[in-house]
């Protein structure tokens, strides 16, 4: 009767513990244990088959070389033939990576360490594969003090897949600077018209006197306001970018913020009314400031607001605001903005975010609109990582709400009394003040020495190429008092510039021949190379995408002024490069 052996295999990972029943116990643990050392083989040499990679040796002292099956697949030759000698293996890789692949067999003999790249190589067949190779000197093996070792690897499907993904991010990236071109350039072609459209009709308000021309010019400025509005929102929406979050870290209270808004809806709607409901908060004190995007976070605000004053339909809104502690460093911040207006039919509710959706046909038509603030609004408090809702019923109002998360500023130290006194004892402090509010009238205090002080106009090089413009913006700078001096293109503006002769420069962007962009490196890399003293130039521009403002910041521009120019804008910001200059001179 034949002896019975029974082998219970007990998991995966215990192939090794056998119960055997009779004498051939023993004989059975080897024989599963070559059947053990099979199967690994085998499973080594299927996955090297999965991914197509081989393995080889080189023996030095034997000048024997060992490929495994899957070497011969990569190069395209029949599996169990004699391997090439050293140079016909090279002769595989294309001109360009050959010589690369001799210097790292070369430097792997002689030095040991190890190498791996990438490189293409044509098969006995003609193939162009891609291939990564990997190779070790072998003088820590047990088995071969004196050998190299190493792998190559067909990667062609995957070197396909990786330049389709980069092929697609180039396309993203072409895509998004064409979009940015596209928006610089109709911003500038749609404002620049504009700048003279409402600067004219500006100065007409102030000089018209018969009622019924008066009123047509307000029409004409109403209008060009409304577009003006329309194009910032459209650009603002198009420059938001998840993937790019810049934010800044402003310190301000949220009651200055609050009033702020506030400020800014009474000036553009004087009938409508915000009613304020800030609950008292331990948490966070009315004066205890935070940090984040001031300008975001505002404009989430005042777009909620703006949004309730032309298609709420009534006159009043609620803003309820509360602050809630989050731990020790940030707080949340909670507004409700509430109308008890016409509502949100249910239908379009869900879409109100969405950019160019309307909520309402009847008050869209009578009060106009791109549907781009709630789109705005969504944006800002999406990339400050809140959230915002709305509940709304045809004919009972709409309520809005957003939270942030806010960061705690740290309490302001107040300098040394000593430091203080010593500051307000300065007598150059009270002289810098005379001297800015003559500036403002269009004169200005420069020193021949110090102490010797003399008063003459402010100096100012305007450059523009638009005849309307160049019209527009002279009467209000000579209207100021300045000293003006005009050209209409970049190569009369570096004709006309003498270092020292103006006080400031403004400066158009697009021009042709030589643009703003230029004029500026030009006159920044004289005054370096020549060490001579830095001329404010403030850039004006129809072009209001960050990125234009990056680049003329990194050229040397000390401030922008968007067109339509405001006269107000203009004269705040010439005293202010003013203010710096004097500064400088005098500190």
Known sequence: MPLVALIIVCNSNLLSKII?????????????????KDLQHECLIEGAQIVSMGAWVYNIDAEVVYWSEGVYDVHGLERGQEPPAFEECLSYY????REKMRQALIRLQEEGGSYDFECELITKIGVHKFVRVIGKSGRSLANCKNCLYGVIQDISEARQIRNALIEARDEANAANAAKSNFLATVSHELRTPLNPILGFSDLLLEEVEDEEQL?????INDAGQSLIETI???IEYAELNPEKKKLKQDRFTLEE????????????RPAFKVELEQEPSVELPADAAVIGDFNKVKSVVLHLLENAAKFSGVNLVKLHSVVSSLDAEHIIWHVDVEDEGVGIDAQLLQHVFDPFRLGNATFTRAQGGAGMGLALCRGYVELMDGQISVKSCAGEGAKFSFYLCLLRAEPLVANAPVEAQE????????????ELDSRVEGESQLTDSPGNLRRQPVSILMVEDNAANLHYQTRILEGMGYDLTTARDGQEALDQYQPGQYDVILLDLHMPGIDGIDVLKS???NE?????????VIVLTADLLKSTQAVCREHGADAFVSKPVNADDLRAKITDVLAMRLSEIEF
């Open 523 to 525: 006159i920044r890399y």
């Open 20 to 36: 055997c029943l009779g004498p051939c116990a023993v004989s059975m643990q080897e024989d599963f244990d070559q059947v053990y």
């Open 232 to 234: 910032n929102r459209i």
């Open 257 to 268: 913020l609050l009033d702020e808004v506030v400020l800014e809806l009474r000036g553009k």
């Open 528 to 536: 370096a190379s020549c060490g001579l003293e830095r001329v404010p």
């Open 423 to 434: 500051l307000v004892a300065d007598p150059r402090a009270s002289e810098t003040k005379q």
């Open 94 to 97: 294309v001109e360009a990576d």
């Open 215 to 219: 009123e047509m010019v307000r029409a």
